[in-house]
């Protein structure tokens, strides 16, 4: 979960960093094309007011002195020039103009209004402010339109200069960010890993609670979880020394009675044998751990080593053939004493039922020990009664029947699940399943 949440952080601020920059850049690239576009037509107006300066008339002919206009107006093909018309009637043109397929649009405006437009022309744009006059001819006065034009093609190179600029600079910009924000992600989740890795010590059963030092947010989930551990372990204390209790003060009362004359009873006999294997199996129950909040780590292999050697011993003359396959690292998180009860009870009762094969199949994702025999094997419908306490399908000399329910109420213990099939031996196959152990 802890590691859930630290990809989850990085993610977020990945996409923030993805998001944010480039939302960025076409923002300050807009905003400094609007700009430009303001600059242009504050430039086309103080052309316009150099033309309505030395706007002349000359015999009914409307004339500007050249001399006195930029450069660009007098320059072919500079991208800047100048139409006068009357109507849709051409005046008067700027030299520059003279190579431009460009024909003065005709716009219905009102004597000093002028309009700031960009048009197409002969697949060209062209940033035009227009400005309607009526300019005074003596005996009468002339309706008269002044186009002051510049080519967009102009507006392109100092775009293109201001995104390689601002390409460098948002590039140095991410750059330092991203290394902020890494340094920021490892000073902000170092908590979570720390505190991640210390839950692991105590799952593995390195040190008994949580001793680092957290912030504020976490310092209270760290007290907590010593809280829990702590009752957790009075608890498991309690429950184990009050099962112990009880089965050692019922042991000598039993004894005394199994001595007694009416022990010679069949009736009485078979009753005390019953209850002498209730007290074996709460004080075997007693000694388990079963399922810790915080499970220990432990490696399955020498477990599974330990009991082959002993019922190969204690089968000798039976000469089983007992093979366990176990995988590299296969680990169980759970006490050492309830894994060696499971299997040795499960394996015990395949030797007793096999006639020559017994096989041990554990894998680990999930976790799953099998242990299969060539035997008679178990009826279908007898699977539930046989985990019942006391219930034996066998004619077995040895034990009382209650293995497989300790078996059963320890694997649920752990989450687990214990099933009873066919084997492809034959005989019976006990399955144990822990679905919450993944490794």
């Not at 979960?1 to 960025?24: C, D, E, G, N, Y």
């Not at 093979?323 to 894994?339: N, Q």
């Not at 009860?341 to 007793?352: H, I, R, V």
Request: net charge negative.
């Amino acid at each position: 979960m802890l590691l859930s949440l630290k990809l989850r952080q990085a993610i977020i601020s990945l996409v923030l960093l993805l998001f944010i920059l480039p939302a960025s850049f076409l923002a300050i690239e807009r905003a400094f094309f609007a700009q430009l576009i303001t600059s242009t037509e504050q430039k086309l107006e103080v052309h316009l007011y150099s033309f309505l300066s030395e706007l002349s008339s000359k015999n009914d002919v409307v004339e500007i002195n050249n001399s006195i206009l930029p450069a660009d107006f007098l320059r072919a093909d500079s991208g800047t020039s100048a139409y006068i018309v009357s109507g849709d009637k051409l005046l008067w043109q700027s030299d520059s103009s003279l190579n431009q397929d460009f024909i003065p649009p005709v716009f219905d405006m009102l004597p000093g209004k002028h309009e700031f437009v960009p048009l197409e022309v002969s697949g060209k744009t062209y940033w035009t402010l227009s400005f309607a006059l009526l300019f005074d001819m003596g005996e009468r006065s002339m309706p008269l339109t002044i186009h002051i034009l510049q080519d967009a093609k102009l507006l392109e190179a100092p775009v293109k200069s201001f995104r390689k600029t601002l390409v460098r600079w948002f590039i140095g910009i991410g750059f330092v960010l991203f290394l902020v924000m890494l340094l920021a992600y490892y000073w902000t989740t170092q908590p979570l890993s720390s505190l991640d890795h210390e839950i692991r010590l105590v799952e593995s059963g390195q040190q008994q609670q949580l001793d680092r030092i957290y912030p504020i947010e976490l310092q209270a989930i760290k007290e907590d979880l010593n809280l829990l551990l702590a009752s957790q372990n009075r608890q498991k204390q309690r429950y184990r020394h009050h099962l112990s209790d009880l089965a050692h003060a019922l042991k000598t009362p039993v004894a005394v009675l199994r001595t007694s004359a009416l022990a010679e009873q069949p009736e009485l006999r078979q009753q005390i044998d019953r209850i002498t294997a209730m007290i074996e199996h709460q004080l075997k129950r007693a000694s388990s751990s079963g399922q810790d909040v915080w499970q220990k780590q432990i490696a399955i292999a020498p477990i599974v080593e330990q009991l082959q050697n002993a019922l190969n011993k204690i089968y000798r003359d039976k000469q089983i053939n007992l093979v366990c396959e176990i995988p590299p690292g296969a680990m169980f998180r759970g006490d050492e004493t309830d894994l060696m009860e499971m299997l040795g009870n499960l394996m015990d009762n395949a030797c007793k039922a096999c006639r020559h094969q017994v096989r041990l199949q554990i894998q680990t994702k999930p976790l799953m020990f099998e242990v299969h025999d060539d035997g008679p094997g178990v009826p279908a419908n007898k699977t539930k009664e046989l985990l019942g306490r006391g219930i034996r399908l066998d004619t077995y000399q040895d034990g009382h029947g209650v293995g497989l329910s300790i078996v059963d109420e320890l694997c649920q213990s752990y989450e687990g699940e214990l099933s009873i099939g066919e084997s492809a031996l034959g005989g019976a196959i006990f399955r144990l399943l822990f679905p919450q152990h993944q490794y």
